[in-house]
């Protein structure tokens, strides 16, 4: 079992940045590969970016490539998504998840955090 909590959403203006940050507990972290979802208002939930178990090899949807950088402190039992020039389109609840192998479908993630809220005004 992993217990999964986001931290580091808000409300920022377009342009700005803001850090996401997501904790692990419970099982070994470091074991599995962590993935970022979001859920825009009214639109199916999306995969954003993933990382290995090590942090070497990263993964990321083309809408946020360039922008977004997620990574990953396993002595902390926590990864990050640091989000830069962010649009509205980027308003939306970001989750964090763990999965066994590097998959960009949500239904290869078994766990999951309760999401933080993210919104940017224009």
């Known amino acids: 079992q992993v217990q999964l909590l986001e931290s580091g959403g808000g409300l920022v203006q377009a342009g700005a940045s803001l850090r996401l940050s997501c904790a692990a507990s419970g099982s070994t972290f470091s074991s599995y590969v962590m993935g970022w979802f979001r859920r825009a208002p009214g639109k199916e939930r999306e995969f954003v970016a993933s990382?290995?178990?090590?942090?070497?090899?990263?993964v990321y949807a083309n809408s946020v490539k360039g922008r977004f950088a997620i990574s990953r402190d396993n002595a902390k039992n926590t990864v990050y998504l640091q989000m830069n020039s962010l649009s509205t389109e980027d308003t939306a609840v970001y989750y964090c998840?763990?999965?066994?192998?590097?998959?960009?479908?949500?239904?290869?993630?078994?766990?999951w955090g309760q999401g933080t809220q993210v919104t940017v005004s224009s």
């Open positions: 998840a763990a999965a066994r192998r590097s998959v960009r479908v949500a239904t290869g993630y078994d766990y």
């Open positions: 990382v290995n178990w090590s942090g070497s090899s990263t």
